[in-house]
């Protein structure tokens, strides 16, 4: 028998200690289990580490000013991150309180004024943030919608709110009050995103088309077609560039379209020039300039001349540099986003190991971590898992290896 163990719950791993008889641990979907006991008739067990989680990141964001990152987790809502190197002192995002954070957007000229919008069980709730994240609002009222898709987008001077909740994606110019209005000709599932530049223009794709809203989104019309026909396209505005759009192809559901990942909209949507070395990319991020450049920094999590990685690009998606290897694929990356104030730096959202960041290496971090520097990049092991850098999260077991966190610099070993 057991007392007090969720047996049933996606377990993942079972480690049995060697050196302790009766000392067992497992992981499920939701901690650590653990007991002393198991030699016993009667089996006790109790949470095996203090606010563990395996934690999937939804959304990330790194605005120009505030905090350098954001970050939208299933289960525990998301963090302001403040500090990299250090567990946030915050608790997890309030005001809503969301279980699960679908997506976050900034204000690319206020990029104080923050959305969100996500749901607390079978609710879903919204607010805004006009200081970073520091205090939260929540919006009055909901636009309709069954929740297939559940998006939030800000323009770029913060006078308009789009959500989008699995029906006609719906607009507000009153945060106070949100009184959310349809927007015309956009159809249903409309995932939309703002231009950076161009307060009044946003985008959206549906069904191998995309939209674009040149009217603050109370009219969507369509302007490019024949695009891949999948349920993993997402659409990306380019920071400081009016009218470029970037599109990426997770997968496709035509076996005979080409497996290319990666267009590149200049003219606000009409027309998409595809990269054909590229194939399925998961997600596309932008960061600062590279020294003497314009236009930003990119960063994918996807395939390149046949290759899975996560890559970076300081010539506009011409060539591309693997920033990990084989040995460090960190359980797969559902969110890449880069740094426009730190060049060189990529925030990585994982499908359970949380959030790790990488830097352009420098000599004495070389020095220290060769095994952990590939392509000039050193991806900083004290923030491999949420947990190094969020507060009460994450120890993950993959297979029947367990990353657990230690000491003050919240290091981690495998045991």
């Known amino acids: 028998t057991s007392t007090s163990a969720s047996l049933n719950t996606w377990i993942g791993a079972l480690a049995i200690d060697p050196f302790r008889p ?3 641990l497992y992981a499920t979907d939701t901690t650590l289990w653990e007991s002393t006991d198991v030699d016993a008739v009667d ?3 109790c949470i095996g580490a203090n606010g563990i989680e395996q934690t999937v990141v939804l959304d990330l964001i790194s605005p120009t000013a505030g905090a350098s990152l954001l970050s939208a987790l299933k289960d525990i809502g998301g963090f302001k991150h403040n500090d990299l190197t250090q567990s946030p002192t915050d608790s997890m995002l309030s005001d809503p309180r969301i279980t699960q954070c679908d997506s976050l957007d900034y204000a690319a000229n206020r990029p104080l004024t923050i959305v969100r919008a996500g749901r607390a069980g079978e609710y879903y709730r919204g607010g805004f943030s006009t200081d970073g994240g520091n205090s939260w609002h929540t919006f009055q009222s909901l636009p309709t919608g069954d929740g297939t898709v559940n998006a939030v987008a800000i323009s770029s001077d913060a006078s308009t709110i789009v959500w989008s909740r699995g ?3 719906h607009y507000t110019d009153d ?7 349809a927007s015309q000709g956009a159809p249903l599932g409309l995932r939309v995103v703002s ?3 161009a307060s009044s223009y946003f985008y959206g794709y549906w ?3 995309v939209y674009m809203s040149n009217d603050s989104a109370r009219s969507f019309v369509c302007v490019a077609t024949g695009l891949p026909i999948s349920m993993s396209v997402h659409l990306y505005a380019v920071p400081g560039s009016e009218g470029e759009v970037w599109l990426t192809v997770g997968d496709s559901c035509e076996e005979d379209h080409p497996k290319v990942g990666l267009y590149r909209s200049r003219n606000y949507g009409f027309t998409f020039t595809p990269f054909t070395a590229t194939g399925y990319i998961q997600s596309l991020g932008f960061g600062k300039p590279p020294p003497g450049k314009k236009s930003p920094t990119l960063f994918i999590q996807g395939v390149v001349n046949q290759v899975d990685g996560i890559y970076r690009s300081d010539d506009e998606g011409v060539t591309w540099q693997r920033l990990n290897d084989d040995n460090h694929q960190y359980g797969g990356a559902s969110v890449v986003v880069g740094d ?3 060049y060189g730096r990529v925030y990585v959202g994982t499908y359970g190991r949380g959030i790790i960041y990488g830097d352009i290496a420098h000599s004495s971090i070389v020095a220290e971590n060769t095994q ?7 991806f900083h092991r004290n923030s491999l898992v949420i947990g190094a850098v969020v507060a009460c999260c994450v120890t993950l077991v993959i297979g029947i290896v367990v990353v657990v966190l230690r000491s003050k610099r919240d290091q981690m070993e495998h045991v």
Do not use: Q, Y
């Not at 945060?175 to 209005?181: D, L, P, Q, S």
């Open 175 to 181: 945060t106070k009050t949100a009184h959310w209005k």
């Open 43 to 45: 089996i006790h067990w």
């Open 340 to 342: 426009l104030r730190v």
């Open 372 to 378: 952990e520097n590939t392509a000039s990049v050193f």
């Open 167 to 169: 029906d006609i994606p």
């Open 22 to 24: 009766g000392h067992v």
């Open 207 to 209: 069904n191998g088309t």
């Open 195 to 197: 231009d950076r530049v």
